[in-house]
């Protein structure tokens, strides 16, 4: 059996590959008896029937909403799921991005078709003459603004608009990229698909964990083991790869994380016991870091949680409020 996810303001958006597996099939299936594409089914002469009406046998075909609860139950009971354009690692990744996938790569189409109208001929002035450097303050400001975003509770639009300014540096560095002929967005895409896919060997392969903290073990140690493959010196280095830019809270965050791939961990007690002996010897710079140990420990992003209390302050003082 076929499941073929698809709104009925989706229509355009079938791929061709799809319309041939409808076309083939013996009978489709509509959830939405009204569905516009059933008339045109109808029109090329394949034979199509109502979910109220009729039960689906193997060999039919089914277009369901994007947000059915029939993808999962259908895709369980051994039915074949079509993604669009996208090429997606298996039948669930298909299942769980279903109310999003075309909505999706019509949207991140029309954004990469905008770049590339800016940056090429007689596009934008500006736009042409950026390059990674001088876009560096702009995806650092960017980046920055999403976090204020986050950090003011400002989730909504105001979101959605900062990830949008942020998203656009990711394409803008692609897109110069690709008129040199180093790499593209698509590339940019795959090559994260790629990592994601297997440093996930628990969720698209048969490794069993037991919580989240073997999860980020395991993601270190994949990792240790694709740079010793790199052909530099410097990637035998665990601790290669933390930007030295970074704020120092991060950067003794992202310490303690890859301390994991080498079967390192500290628990929250004993972190914030070593905090206090560190306080008690005046020792503040190992006072903070094990502040940040404790913090990883109770899942808490220490840097967030300190610029959360920053403005905290300055909000009280500016009001003339005495610090909590």
Same mark, same amino acid.
């Given at each position: 059996?076929?499941?073929?996810?698809?709104?009925?303001?989706?229509?355009?958006?079938?791929?061709?590959?799809?319309?041939?597996?409808?076309?083939?099939?013996?009978?489709?299936?509509?959830?939405?008896?009204?569905?516009?594409?059933?008339?045109?089914?109808?029109?090329?002469?394949?034979?199509?029937?109502?979910?109220?009406?009729?039960?689906?046998?193997?060999?039919?075909?089914?277009?369901?909403?994007?947000?059915?609860?029939?993808?999962?139950?259908?895709?369980?009971?051994?039915?074949?799921?079509?993604?669009?354009?996208?090429?997606?690692?298996?039948?669930?990744?298909?299942?769980?991005?279903?109310?999003?996938?075309?909505?999706?790569?019509?949207?991140?189409?029309?954004?990469?078709?905008?770049?590339?109208?800016?940056?090429?001929?007689?596009?934008?002035?500006?736009?042409?003459?950026?390059?990674?450097?001088?876009?560096?303050?702009?995806?650092?400001?960017?980046?920055?603004?999403?976090?204020?975003?986050?950090?003011?509770?400002?989730?909504?639009?105001?979101?959605?608009?900062?990830?949008?300014?942020?998203?656009?540096?990711?394409?803008?560095?692609?897109?110069? /990229? +690709?008129?040199? !002929?180093?790499? *593209?967005?698509? $590339?940019?895409?795959?090559?994260? &698909?790629?990592? #994601?896919?297997? %440093?996930?060997?628990?969720?698209?392969?048969?490794?069993?964990?037991?919580?989240?903290?073997?999860?980020?073990?395991?993601?270190?140690?994949?990792?240790?083991?694709?740079?010793?493959?790199?052909?530099?010196?410097?990637?035998?280095?665990?601790?290669?790869?933390?930007?030295?830019?970074?704020?120092?809270?991060?950067?003794?965050?992202?310490?303690?994380?890859?301390?994991?791939?080498?079967?390192?961990?500290?628990?929250?007690?004993?972190?914030?016991?070593?905090?206090?002996?560190?306080?008690?010897?005046?020792?503040?710079?190992?006072?903070?870091?094990?502040?940040?140990? /404790? +913090?990883?420990? !109770?899942?808490? *992003?220490?840097? $967030?949680?300190?610029?959360?209390? &920053?403005?905290? #302050?300055?909000? %009280?003082?500016?009001?003339?409020?005495?610090?909590?």
């Amino acid at each position: 059996m076929i499941v073929v996810f698809l709104g009925p303001h989706e229509t355009e958006d079938l791929t061709l590959g799809e319309w041939g597996l409808l076309a083939a099939a013996p009978r489709v299936l509509f959830e939405d008896p009204d569905h516009p594409l059933r008339e045109r089914l109808d029109q090329a002469g394949t034979s199509t029937a109502s979910f109220d009406t009729d039960e689906p046998g193997q060999d039919d075909a089914v277009v369901v909403a994007p947000d059915s609860p029939l993808i999962e139950e259908l895709v369980r009971g051994g039915a074949h799921i079509t993604s669009g354009s996208a090429a997606v690692p298996d039948a669930l990744s298909a299942v769980r991005s279903a109310y999003v996938m075309r909505r999706a790569q019509a949207s991140f189409g029309a954004l990469v078709s905008v770049m590339a109208r800016l940056r090429g001929k007689d596009g934008c002035p500006w736009d042409a003459q950026q390059t990674h450097e001088s876009l560096q303050q702009h995806l650092l400001e960017e980046t920055h603004e999403v976090l204020e975003a986050i950090d003011r509770g400002m989730l909504g639009t105001e979101l959605q608009d900062e990830l949008g300014d942020l998203m656009l540096q990711v394409l803008f560095h692609s897109e110069l /990229a +690709a008129e040199d !002929g180093r790499f *593209d967005i698509a $590339g940019v895409a795959d090559a994260i &698909v790629s990592k #994601l896919v297997r %440093r996930h060997p628990h969720v698209f392969a048969d490794t069993v964990v037991r919580d989240a903290s073997e999860v980020v073990s395991n993601w270190e140690k994949i990792k240790q083991q694709e740079r010793s493959a790199d052909t530099e010196p410097a990637a035998s280095d665990p601790f290669t790869g933390i930007p030295s830019g970074l704020p120092a809270l991060v950067v003794a965050s992202k310490t303690f994380k890859k301390a994991q791939g080498l079967d390192y961990s500290v628990d929250q007690a004993t972190a914030l016991a070593r905090a206090r002996t560190a306080l008690d010897e005046q020792d503040f710079g190992a006072a903070l870091l094990w502040i940040v140990a /404790a +913090a990883r420990a !109770g899942h808490i *992003d220490a840097e $967030g949680a300190l610029r959360r209390a &920053v403005g905290d #302050l300055q909000g %009280r003082l500016s009001a003339g409020e005495p610090p909590a």
